[in-house]
């Protein structure tokens, strides 16, 4: 088997639902399998997927045994040769997977595999990308120096060496994986790739960026929602700095003093953030279902609700759609867009929602064969469901 895709849930149904759809269509042509460990979630998560998707692989926990653990459960019962860490809350392209695996096939000596992550307004996030985060480094990124915490040395556009790469995706062969012991469950959550990427380079690997796929990661699911994220979060990085720098008693006290700087500055910033938001009134529907558009028509009934029809049998290219849109976003004044991915390939919604992201829009998406659409317009809040009737 080529690829075990191993992705770790809580309480996330609907992305879950779309991540997988999206993997699925990302597999063929390759052998591979889907791993989903879920930490109890209280959703409907495990309903859906077996449902929906009955050859995935389902590991309940009986409670939430963290990120790092839960993913060593995964890769422990994997059966290809390369793993790919995933989160539940991304879409991955139709071409990513074969890419990767091509690329790793003939590049044997490299640790773990990236790719440039967006998040669901289609901005580039730049931690799919990362240098150590050795001591200087760090009081850099606490005074909002970033240029040395993240690694500029390449463009979001360009491929290449970097040291650290994110949890969210992160593709490396099961032995190598093995080799460094897998993710330290000493992390709970959040902090266990910068781990994990490291001990890939000390072992003498080196971790690489590659830039010709993209993925979108909505960040706001898995990341700033609440004062608990944050606690593991810094937290997590006291636990690297314990592990792997520990200097003296001088250099421990200033990193300690940061983090608790930059946590409690965190938790204002998320105490004083405002997820209400009024619903937009001019979207812009990207699709062919007639049923769909007529339930957008419902659900944003004090709206106008446009269209832009795609058909697949038209010989034009995805730019030639791309400066339609932006014709109708300018005049009919658009302020949300919904991608059918019945009539549009992930792919192509990656590419528009990235090209599109320095308009004042936002996005949603409505999963093939599925009755919701779905989206997130923030790094750091939640994203929104759609239930359609």
């Known amino acids: 088997m080529q690829v075990s895709i191993v992705i770790v849930n809580y309480n996330v149904s609907h992305f879950l639902h779309q991540c997988v ?18 930490n109890q979630s209280t959703d409907d998560s495990q309903s859906r997927i077996q449902t929906h998707f009955p050859e995935v692989i389902w590991i309940g926990n009986h409670y939430n045994v963290g990120f790092s653990k839960a993913n060593n459960q995964g890769v422990a019962l994997a059966k290809g040769k390369y793993i790919l860490i995933l989160n539940p809350d991304t879409i991955i392209s139709e071409d990513t997977l074969v890419k990767l695996y091509q690329f790793a096939e003939k590049n044997p000596s490299k640790g773990a595999i990236g790719v440039p992550l967006y998040d669901g307004s289609g901005t580039f996030l730049p931690e799919s990308k990362r240098n ?36 969210a995706f992160m593709l490396m062969e099961k032995s190598k994986y093995v080799e460094v012991g897998g993710f330290d469950e000493d992390y709970f959550m959040y902090g266990e790739d910068i781990d994990l990427s490291y001990k890939l380079l000390k072992r003498g690997y080196t971790n690489y960026y590659l830039a010709n796929t ?114 109708m976003i300018s005049e009919k004044g658009i302020q949300e867009i ?52």
């Not at 937009?280 to 009934?301: A, F, M, R, T």
């Open 132 to 167: 150590i985060p050795r001591i200087w480094v760090s009081i850099q990124k606490m005074l909002g120096i970033t240029h040395a915490y993240y690694a500029t040395h390449l463009s979001e556009n360009e491929s290449g060496d970097v040291s650290i790469l994110v949890g």
């Open 338 to 389: 919904v991608f059918d991915h019945q009539n549009n390939p992930y792919s192509k919604i990656i590419f528009y929602m990235i090209q599109l992201s320095s308009h004042p829009l936002t996005f949603r998406i409505h999963p093939s064969q599925t009755d919701f659409i779905i989206g997130s317009d923030a790094r750091t809040t939640k994203g929104s469901v759609i239930q359609l009737k």
């Open 21 to 38: 759809l999206s993997v699925k269509a990302a597999l063929q042509g390759m052998t591979g399998e889907i791993i989903v460990v879920d």
């Open 214 to 327: 993209q993925v979108i990661h909505y960040k706001g699911e898995s990341t700033l929602k609440n004062t608990a994220y944050l606690r593991n979060f810094y937290g997590s990085m006291q636990i690297f700095y314990r592990k792997h720098f520990k200097i003296n008693f001088f250099y421990d006290f200033i990193i300690g003093l940061g983090i608790q700087f930059w946590y409690f500055l965190n938790y204002f910033r998320l105490k004083s953030a405002n997820q209400n938001t009024p619903l937009p009134k001019h979207i812009l529907y990207v699709g062919s279902e007639n049923d769909i558009y007529v339930q957008l028509q419902k659900y944003y009934q004090d709206s106008e609700v446009f269209v832009f029809a795609i058909c697949s049998t038209r010989a034009i290219s995805r730019f030639d759609d791309l400066e339609q849109i932006k014709k």
